[in-house]
């Protein structure tokens, strides 16, 4: 036999570029990351665990993610860069390994009144194409089908450069699909003239009603007394047509008032400029009540909230156009794409057919094309974000999850799971960060970092299989396989909130009563109708509080400490000790640096390129004043106490010189929801959805006069160690005579409720019913529903 024969039988050794199967990071010390190494097998699905605070998305998000984002942004040229977000180096020595990083996170998507599920995830672009080829009759481009278009006409003269130069009258027209009375938004709003004035008044007698407008304010009031335009002395309601006019409608027009350059313009365009232009959830609680006073938004009568010209809606395919196959569910859609036989755009329906089939196949075929996507929820804008990677033809991508199981019932966990492992299989690194044991479960490789939260968090407890976790001796580990039991006793309800004939949404005529002083679990699969039965039927106010996951409005300035009213008994308790003005103590006041002016960076404007957050050099990001930092309480300054965890500062200010009752009550309740690893100092916009809710409701629980909470999934984000903890706040809030009304999936909760009502039997128009109502006990016996069987699997029973 030849060598060469020989040669040929050996295993042919490893390219060099096939060693290269690890993300290695080394040294990470992002928030309290604590010099943390790790290596990560590429091309395969790792799950992140560990209790809430552990430090896992500083390590996945913000060190390996950010990093990846980072260096990719930097390869495009300065003035793209000025367009991009800001992103600095994380803190970490070595990172080694990385892929392109696509995150799919829980950040709810625009609440921009144009943007719908359609638009978000260019169905209906595919849409628009296919009425504009196969819609009788036929209107025009693909534009003649957007709400976003409008129709542009012009006319006018050309001139014709051929031969000799002639000029020739020309007509221009471009179709768009915008209704022209709502621009495309669906809504018209109304404004009530009573809320704004009283008209039995002259403006000299302060006539506004409207907040903030006092009479001898130089830019409201006084430039429409002193404009000349009106008779600052005469009775509104006595008004001459004319003056009503240019009171409500004038046109903005420059005029001096005692000598100073102003602004006129007619009260209803200054008011729809100054207060409906802004996000109703963040102006001032008074201000948002007399918005909802005053304005009132009903569907356009034009286009009856289609959003789309009568041109656009009289073109039809098979007898539906194009606002009809918006409204339909996405399930039945797809089904009716399905029907469509048209060789000539057969390739365009493959495509469109594909991506309905994907929004059916993650759980989200309940939704319609022109649902608002501001009105989606956290896990369900993240589902829709993953719709467009499902079918893409990347591979050796590094796809970065955040608990993509938020919103899921078990009954559609198992279906994400699929896809996740199906993103994996293309040769995707797929990084999960998570607490759910389903999840967990179809792991290849786990991180569990901690062992506790904030300061003692930071480190990896455990690297390797499922298996070695459960048998780990770390807070995951440990109660990996938990399981909560039935209650032997359930509590008896001290009356019902009746709701009768419930019908918003996918609701079906729906009668029940919701159980008050116990706890009472609405449940059921996404898409059942949970949220429609909660949102739409319990009224607001009253005693009732809603306790959701949406956004803190506030600055990068706010804090827990600020946002719980925190910080000033703790401002007074440090004036007091050293004899000197509370206003020191706020880094928002006297007491800020004078060079990042209380902010702790400074924010540097590079211009076109991107701009840069650096630590301030005079206060060292601590925010305040070198004098300010001489005072003392209990041995601390105000920027030490501000840096304390809430479990940290609960014991500082509970005993000895610093002892606080006021901040020692608030910082109880911050522990009771399980926030005691947060930092006070720490910037409102870095909390997660679950920390947003459960910071909410420890400032309602300091209220009074609140008797019925209502609780929007308040496991989102928890660790199972956690879970246990949040049962026992519950019971203690429906021990002290409240009413608790939460919308849950999570097993343990259901299992620990009191009254259980499960909405279904599916999601969207195969749901909206009432499917049982009565005892955890009673659903586990009957197995009659999808929650009741695998209630029943979690139980043991």
Same mark, same amino acid.
């Given at each position: 036999?030849?060598?060469?024969?020989?040669?040929?039988?050996?295993?042919?050794?490893?390219?060099?570029?096939?060693?290269?199967?690890?993300?290695?990071?080394?040294?990470?010390?992002?928030?309290?990351?604590?010099?943390?190494?790790?290596?990560?097998?590429?091309?395969?699905?790792?799950?992140?665990?560990?209790?809430?605070?552990?430090?896992?998305?500083?390590?996945?998000?913000?060190?390996?993610?950010?990093?990846?984002?980072?260096?990719?942004?930097?390869?495009?040229?300065?003035?793209?860069?000025?367009?991009?977000?800001?992103?600095?180096?994380?803190?970490?020595?070595?990172?080694?390994?990385?892929?392109?990083?696509?995150?799919?996170?829980?950040?709810?998507?625009?609440?921009?009144?144009?943007?719908?599920?359609?638009?978000?995830?260019?169905?209906?672009?595919?849409?628009?194409?296919?009425?504009?080829?196969?819609?009788?009759?036929?209107?025009?481009?693909?534009?003649?089908?957007?709400?976003?278009?409008?129709?542009?006409?012009?006319?006018?003269?050309?001139?014709?450069?051929?031969?000799?130069?002639?000029?020739?009258?020309?007509?221009?027209?471009?179709?768009?699909?915008?209704?022209?009375?709502?621009?495309?938004?669906?809504?018209?709003?109304?404004?009530?003239?009573?809320?704004?004035?009283?008209?039995?008044?002259?403006?000299?007698?302060?006539?506004?009603?409207?907040?903030?407008?006092?009479?001898?304010?130089?830019?409201?009031?006084?430039?429409?007394?002193?404009?000349?335009?009106?008779?600052?002395?005469?009775?509104?309601?006595?008004?001459?047509?004319?003056?009503?006019?240019?009171?409500?409608?004038?046109?903005?027009?420059?005029?001096?008032?005692?000598?100073?350059?102003?602004?006129?313009?007619?009260?209803?365009?200054?008011?729809?400029?100054?207060?409906?232009?802004?996000?109703?959830?963040?102006?001032?609680?008074?201000?948002?009540?007399?918005?909802?006073?005053?304005?009132?938004?009903?569907?356009?009568?034009?286009?009856?909230?289609?959003?789309?010209?009568?041109?656009?809606?009289?073109?039809?395919?098979?007898?539906?156009?194009?606002?009809?196959?918006?409204?339909?569910?996405?399930?039945?859609?797809?089904?009716?794409?399905?029907?469509?036989?048209?060789?000539?755009?057969?390739?365009?329906?493959?495509?469109?057919?594909?991506?309905?089939?994907?929004?059916?196949?993650?759980?989200?075929?309940?939704?319609?094309?022109?649902?608002?996507?501001?009105?989606?929820?956290?896990?369900?804008?993240?589902?829709?974000?993953?719709?467009?990677?499902?079918?893409?033809?990347?591979?050796?991508?590094?796809?970065?999850?955040?608990?993509?199981?938020?919103?899921?019932?078990?009954?559609?966990?198992?279906?994400?799971?699929?896809?996740?492992?199906?993103?994996?299989?293309?040769?995707?690194?797929?990084?999960?960060?998570?607490?759910?044991?389903?999840?967990?479960?179809?792991?290849?490789?786990?991180?569990?970092?901690?062992?506790?939260?904030?300061?003692?968090?930071?480190?990896?407890?455990?690297?390797?299989?499922?298996?070695?976790?459960?048998?780990?001796?770390?807070?995951?580990?440990?109660?990996?396989?938990?399981?909560?039991?039935?209650?032997?006793?359930?509590?008896?309800?001290?009356?019902?909130?009746?709701?009768?004939?419930?019908?918003?949404?996918?609701?079906?005529?729906?009668?029940?009563?919701?159980?008050?002083?116990?706890?009472?679990?609405?449940?059921?699969?996404?898409?059942?109708?949970?949220? %429609?039965?909660?949102?739409?039927?319990?009224?607001? *106010? #009253? !005693? =009732? @509080?809603?306790? +959701?996951? /949406?956004?803190?409005? &506030?600055?990068?300035?706010?804090?827990?400490?600020?946002?719980?009213?925190?910080?000033?008994?703790?401002?007074?308790?440090?004036?007091?000790?050293?004899?000197?003005?509370?206003?020191?103590?706020?880094?928002? %006041?006297?007491?800020?640096?004078?060079?990042?002016? *209380? #902010? !702790? =960076? @400074?924010?540097? +404007?590079? /211009?076109?390129?991107? &701009?840069?957050?650096?630590?301030?050099?005079?206060?060292?990001?601590?925010?305040?004043?070198?004098?300010?930092?001489?005072?003392?309480?209990?041995?601390?300054?105000?920027?030490?106490?501000?840096?304390?965890?809430?479990?940290?500062?609960?014991?500082?200010?509970?005993?000895?010189?610093?002892?606080?009752?006021?901040?020692?009550?608030?910082?109880?309740?911050?522990?009771?929801?399980?926030?005691?690893?947060?930092?006070?100092?720490?910037?409102?916009?870095?909390?997660?959805?679950?920390?947003?809710?459960?910071?909410?409701?420890?400032?309602?629980?300091?209220?009074?006069?609140?008797?019925?909470?209502?609780?929007?999934?308040?496991?989102?984000?928890?660790?199972?160690?956690?879970?246990?903890?949040?049962?026992?706040?519950?019971?203690?809030?429906?021990?002290?005579?409240?009413?608790?009304?939460?919308?849950?999936?999570?097993?343990?909760?259901?299992?620990?409720?009191?009254?259980?009502?499960?909405?279904?039997?599916?999601?969207?128009?195969?749901?909206?019913?009432?499917?049982?109502?009565?005892?955890?006990?009673?659903?586990?016996?009957?197995?009659?529903?999808?929650?009741?069987?695998?209630?029943?699997?979690?139980?043991?029973?």
């Amino acid at each position: 036999m030849s060598k060469a024969t020989r040669a040929d039988r050996r295993p042919p050794a490893a390219h060099v570029a096939d060693t290269h199967d690890l993300i290695r990071v080394h040294g990470a010390r992002e928030n309290n990351l604590r010099d943390l190494s790790v290596e990560i097998p590429k091309r395969r699905l790792t799950v992140f665990t560990g209790v809430s605070g552990s430090g896992k998305s500083s390590l996945v998000f913000n060190t390996i993610a950010a990093e990846s984002q980072r260096m990719i942004n930097e390869t495009y040229s300065a003035f793209v860069q000025g367009f991009m977000p800001t992103l600095a180096r994380p803190e970490v020595d070595v990172l080694e390994g990385l892929t392109t990083a696509i995150i799919v996170d829980q950040q709810r998507m625009g609440a921009d009144t144009r943007s719908t599920v359609g638009t978000a995830t260019d169905a209906n672009a595919l849409l628009r194409i296919l009425f504009s080829r196969l819609g009788r009759p036929h209107i025009g481009s693909p534009n003649a089908f957007s709400f976003n278009v409008p129709t542009v006409r012009a006319s006018g003269a050309i001139t014709v450069e051929r031969g000799a130069s002639k000029t020739v009258r020309q007509t221009f027209t471009r179709a768009g699909g915008m209704c022209p009375h709502c621009e495309g938004r669906g809504t018209v709003s109304d404004i009530d003239l009573s809320q704004l004035y009283d008209d039995s008044k002259s403006l000299s007698e302060g006539a506004f009603t409207i907040p903030g407008w006092k009479s001898d304010s130089w830019w409201t009031v006084r430039v429409y007394a002193e404009s000349g335009f009106l008779d600052p002395d005469k009775p509104i309601r006595e008004f001459s047509k004319r003056e009503m006019e240019d009171f409500l409608h004038h046109e903005p027009t420059k005029v001096k008032v005692e000598g100073v350059n102003l602004t006129y313009e007619g009260l209803i365009p200054k008011i729809r400029k100054s207060f409906l232009s802004k996000d109703k959830e963040a102006m001032q609680p008074h201000i948002r009540a007399f918005v909802e006073r005053a304005v009132t938004f009903t569907d356009c009568p034009e286009c009856e909230g289609t959003r789309l010209s009568e041109a656009a809606r009289s073109s039809r395919i098979a007898g539906i156009n194009i606002a009809d196959a918006c409204a339909l569910q996405i399930s039945d859609l797809a089904e009716w794409v399905r029907g469509l036989d048209e060789p000539s755009v057969a390739p365009l329906l493959g495509t469109l057919g594909h991506t309905l089939d994907s929004f059916v196949e993650i759980g989200l075929g309940y939704l319609s094309l022109d649902r608002p996507s501001g009105t989606l929820s956290g896990g369900e804008a993240q589902r829709v974000k993953m719709i467009r990677h499902l079918g893409s033809s990347l591979t050796d991508v590094t796809y970065v999850f955040d608990e993509p199981t938020i919103g899921l019932h078990p009954h559609d966990i198992q279906r994400m799971n699929d896809l996740l492992l199906r993103l994996r299989d293309k040769g995707n690194t797929v990084l999960v960060v998570e607490h759910k044991p389903e999840a967990i479960a179809i792991a290849d490789h786990v991180v569990d970092l901690g062992p506790g939260a904030g300061t003692e968090g930071g480190t990896v407890c455990f690297e390797g299989t499922v298996d070695g976790l459960r048998s780990a001796d770390t807070p995951t580990g440990r109660h990996l396989d938990d399981r909560a039991s039935l209650k032997e006793t359930v509590r008896t309800s001290s009356g019902a909130l009746e709701i009768r004939g419930a019908t918003t949404h996918n609701l079906r005529e729906v009668d029940v009563d919701i159980p008050l002083g116990v706890l009472a679990v609405i449940t059921g699969v996404a898409g059942s109708g949970k949220s %429609s039965l909660v949102h739409g039927s319990i009224p607001r *106010g #009253a !005693g =009732v @509080v809603f306790v +959701d996951q /949406g956004a803190i409005r &506030g600055s990068r300035r706010s804090n827990p400490a600020t946002y719980t009213g925190l910080l000033d008994p703790v401002r007074k308790a440090f004036a007091k000790a050293n004899g000197v003005k509370p206003a020191l103590f706020s880094a928002n %006041s006297e007491g800020a640096c004078p060079n990042c002016k *209380g #902010a !702790g =960076v @400074v924010y540097t +404007d590079l /211009g076109m390129m991107a &701009g840069v957050a650096t630590t301030c050099e005079e206060c060292e990001g601590k925010r305040f004043e070198p004098s300010v930092l001489e005072h003392h309480l209990g041995g601390r300054d105000i920027s030490e106490v501000l840096a304390m965890s809430v479990a940290e500062a609960r014991d500082f200010f509970g005993t000895g010189e610093a002892r606080t009752p006021a901040a020692h009550t608030i910082l109880n309740r911050l522990d009771d929801v399980g926030l005691g690893y947060l930092r006070l100092g720490q910037p409102l916009t870095t909390l997660s959805g679950g920390e947003r809710q459960r910071l909410k409701l420890a400032t309602h629980m300091g209220e009074k006069g609140q008797s019925v909470y209502v609780l929007d999934e308040p496991t989102t984000g928890l660790h199972l160690a956690d879970v246990e903890q949040l049962l026992g706040l519950l019971d203690r809030l429906v021990d002290s005579g409240k009413s608790v009304i939460v919308i849950e999936h999570h097993q343990a909760v259901m299992a620990h409720a009191d009254w259980i009502i499960d909405l279904g039997p599916g999601a969207g128009h195969d749901g909206g019913r009432v499917v049982y109502e009565g005892t955890p006990a009673d659903l586990v016996a009957a197995r009659s529903t999808l929650t009741g069987q695998h209630l029943a699997d979690y139980v043991g029973a």
